[in-house]
DNA sequence: CTAATTTGGTCTCTTAACGCAACTTTATTT
DNA sequence: AAATAAAGTTGCGTTAAGAGACCAAATTAG
């Protein structure tokens, strides 16, 4: 299949999706998030194959979303870290969730109540805000400068 | 054995890359965004493969991300529109644009700027918010529900 | 009316990626 | 010294992606 690479894209959306735009990056980053560093952990909790994690690792580091870690310990152990760049992807993980939750629930299962440490009150919606905070919606918003043509500029 | 699917994964996250986790789909739904509606539109401007193109729209069709409309006009024609549910992907192309953007920046391009068109500022970044709105990162989040402490939750 | 064009696909074929399982390596525990 | 564990690597079969040719309905051109 040769997937298409968008390295050089100048959309940066297309440049994102190609570091972690493929089916286990994401979750391999989410897991991270959740606290698993270890090679072990990925395999058994993704039920993914091990050259697949392998290869998903290595390129999750070479991007700077992970830092391999060698933590010496219980024999030839490493850890998988997010980096900065990794734990960016905050909101990106979480608009996400939301959105599954709310548009393709489990039937049998309530969503996962995150929540914020500080006050114990679930978190909010991930929404995009304008410059005063309130929620906008892709009709909204509009392209500044270039980039977009004219005709594009009014949003679906 | 071929991408492995998680319809019925119990983790929301997992479940919504199912429907647009794939390299395409949400750059068809971001250009969707940008106002594309038509199968050639697509094609010209991702430079995607027709057959592939099919597949994710008959998908995204399928999943509720975008609806087809029979517009009958200038012979066969036909426009994907998003409807509710895909809009409501806004706050991950959003995400991921910021996430691209902040650290995978285009070297001779400078990012989109979106903005408001109610106020002409330009948007803010997405950012996960408590209660109070103010912003929160990874660390700052558990898993209400149970004495599982987020980092060995592994079902989210 | 007929021919060319546009739109939206489908078909075939090659190649690349996925997944499994078996094997390797280094280090640790018993 | 043998067994276990972590972190891969290799080989191989299956599947899906991608390019490009082909197809069909409606439309416009002549």
Redesign the pocket.
Known sequence: ????RFDDSNCSVARALNQVG???SLLIVLHAMYGTR????FQQEL??????L??R??RLVDNGVLK?VDV?E??????YRLTEKGRDLFPVVIALRQWGDKWNPAPDETPLDLRDKATGQPIQPVQVQNAEGDPITVRDVFVSGDGIPASKKDSA
Chains 1, 2 share one sequence.
């Not at 299949?1 to 298409?4: D, S, T």
């Not at 270890?38 to 952990?41: A, K, L, P, Y």
């Open positions: 299949m040769a997937r298409k493929d089916w286990w270890r090679f072990v952990d039920g993914i194959a091990k050259n697949i392998c290869d690792l290595a391999k010496g219980h024999g030839s152990r490493f850890e």
